[in-house]
């Protein structure tokens, strides 16, 4: 290595921390300024996190195995459903994706560590009680919120005792996603070695970089829009009431104002990712780097003109609609560069088929489909056909599950002999990749069919003529879940007995993450990267 | 810690924190700008 990473308190003055290792025991966790260490905290978080939102996924899909009302009662199906969404996008998807950041960013950019130690520490450690206090809505008289993620008022605001603790949470996990977002905006705008650009710095950073602003940008409102819940609940307001000369069709403006930049939130990291994964498994550099930040940014302008495209049901002017329908289909131009731009990479590569790539491969089709059936929906008279139908549910299932969740799993894989410094069993690694690929189209590719054929969502019972297909997504479902346990397995057995890691994991991978040995110092660059690794490190 | 003292080789520990507290208010003023929006049509 072309740095001294050695770690010798004897060398050190008395008060000097620059160089100190970990603490022992749950101090170490508890009191964690270091990067990696919340990194991994965020991480284990959010697995736990899509264990128990994925345990009632299969609640929801054992009760739609077959129609008619056979485990839980509707008004639990209904709770189970909004859980669900609440759990994986707060709880495993955000949470994975800021794991990642505090891993990779100041590996990536030169730096030692976040910009903002004690912040990090307490944007992670809000989340365990924000997450306590959602699970605890299900303890409550009148239950969790059963009213959907979208919580529209007047349905959301009928709900019992779980209702201000639910508001309550979702503000709190707001502010740790805003704390962690400025935090990561800091960190790439100020600490970047010299010599790490703006523009030759890893696509991963540009990626998290542009989804802090969008983070910044809508987190406050969804919050705004919660508190104006709440004093409507408790404090005789009106802003959503009809009666009280409100508009409940403004919630739903405010909330798609914050929800569409949101599905962007959950799937650019991902983005981000695959641009490592691909150009490091064909061996060759990512093909056109300045045009994947800006189809990037476009998509991230564009996420904020979009919204209304989720209410063409509710009623809007005609010039409404075509603004919403040709705002939406503008996304697909930046998003097709992206695509063609990672095909392009591996054009005449030499490709090999490890896991993260197996992942990102799988990413780069299962992804696209959910896009073009994003594109049908835009479209206004199909979209009144399509709403509230499980071909919505198949549509944003494919781009959160192949999409966002691929994307963390194959980061994961990528990263992981990275962060322990061993590699896994990359056998049972392929193996997961390829349950997983199967069963999630088993999963959701029937729901399309499904919600063609006009079966609504959020029901717990359907018409029998949606029995065949709903068997086999609930197979699919029972299947992926299933599958799933080999991902923390996987992870235990590298940890516990895996071989030794090379620093440089990959022989195609570029990048001064790879520029550290493996495992990587507990501070990650104490002296900034020379001239000569930065050169080494950055593709571009 | 390691990192303020590298803000500091790089002259940049008074960057690190105007920056984060320019981003916190924004945040802020995003939350209250759209209250005092509803505030006003309702």
Redesign the interface.
């Known amino acids: 290595m072309a740095h001294d990473t050695t770690h010798d308190h004897a060398n050190h003055a008395h008060g000097d921390?620059?160089?100190h290792g970990p603490a022992y025991g749950w101090r170490r966790w508890v009191y964690a300024?270091n990067h990696k260490d919340i990194g991994t905290m965020y991480l284990v978080f959010a697995c736990i996190m899509f264990f128990v939102g994925g345990f009632m996924a299969m609640i929801i899909r054992a009760e739609l195995f077959k129609p008619g009302l056979q485990l839980v009662d509707p008004m639990f199906f209904n709770q189970m459903t909004t859980m669900h969404a609440l759990i994986m996008i707060f709880g495993a998807v955000m949470p994975a994706w800021t794991g990642l950041a505090n891993w990779m960013i100041p590996m990536q950019v030169g730096?030692?560590?976040?910009?903002?130690?004690r912040?990090n520490n307490f944007s992670f450690w809000i989340l365990p009680f924000a997450f306590t206090l959602l699970l605890g809505t299900l303890f409550v008289p009148g239950g969790a919120p059963a009213g959907g993620w979208t919580l529209y008022p007047p349905l959301s605001l009928q709900g019992g005792d779980g209702f201000p603790m639910a508001i309550f949470a979702i503000h709190l996990m707001g502010a740790s996603s805003?704390l962690g977002?400025?935090?990561v905006?800091?960190t790439i705008?100020?600490?970047r070695a010299?010599g790490v650009g703006l523009l030759n710095m890893p696509l991963f950073c540009w990626s998290w970089l542009i989804t802090a602003y969008l983070l910044?940008?809508?987190?406050?409102?969804l919050?705004?829009?919660v508190?104006?819940l709440l004093t409507d609940h408790f404090f005789g307001t009106?802003?959503f009431s009809a009666s009280g000369?409100?508009?409940p069709v403004?919630f739903q403006h405010?909330f798609w104002f914050f929800g569409h930049p949101e599905v962007y939130i959950l799937i650019l990291p991902a983005f981000g990712i695959i641009s490592e994964i691909i150009p490091t498994f064909s061996r060759k550099p990512l093909f056109g780097y300045d045009a994947m930040v800006y189809a990037t940014a476009a998509i991230a302008f564009l996420s904020f003109i979009v919204w209304a495209h989720h209410m063409f049901t509710v009623g809007m002017p005609l010039a409404g609609q075509l603004f919403f329908t040709l705002s939406t289909m503008l996304i697909s131009i930046p998003t097709g560069v992206k695509v063609f731009n990672w095909t392009a990479t591996m054009w005449k590569g030499s490709l090999t088929f490890e896991p993260p790539m197996l992942f990102a491969l799988a990413f780069l089709f299962l992804f696209t489909i959910g896009g073009f059936s994003g594109l049908m929906l835009a479209v206004v008279p199909a979209d009144f056909q399509y709403h509230d139908t499980y071909f919505v549910v198949a549509h944003f299932h494919y781009v959160l599950v192949p999409g966002a969740v691929f994307g963390i799993m194959g980061g994961v894989y990528y990263w992981l002999p990275k962060w322990t410094g061993k590699m896994y069993d990359m056998k049972l690694g392929t193996w997961h990749f390829w349950l997983s690929a199967i069963f999630v189209n088993v999963l959701f590719f029937p729901q399309h069919f499904l919600g063609l054929a006009g079966m609504p969502r959020r029901i717990p019972d359907y018409s029998t003529q949606f029995t065949d297909w709903n068997m086999v997504s609930s197979i699919g479902g029972f299947g992926f879940g299933l599958s799933q346990l080999l991902f923390p397995y996987i992870i235990w057995k590298c940890v516990k007995a895996g071989q030794k890691a090379s620093d440089r994991s990959w022989e195609g991978a570029h990048g001064l993450e790879w520029e550290l040995p493996s495992p990587p110092p507990y501070?990650s660059?104490?002296e900034?990267p020379s001239r000569e690794v930065i050169a080494r490190g950055v593709q571009h | 810690m390691g990192t303020l003292k590298q803000a500091d080789d790089f002259g940049r520990r008074a960057r690190v924190r105007r920056s984060a507290w320019i981003l916190g208010l924004v945040a802020l003023s995003f939350y209250v700008a759209f209250i005092w929006m509803s505030v006003a049509r309702s």
């Open positions: 921390h620059d160089h300024t730096a030692p560590d976040m910009a903002l130690p912040l805003i977002s400025i935090n905006v800091v705008m100020n600490m010299p910044i940008a809508t987190m406050p409102v919050a705004g829009a508190t104006m009106s802003f000369g409100g508009d403004m405010i501070h660059w104490t900034a």
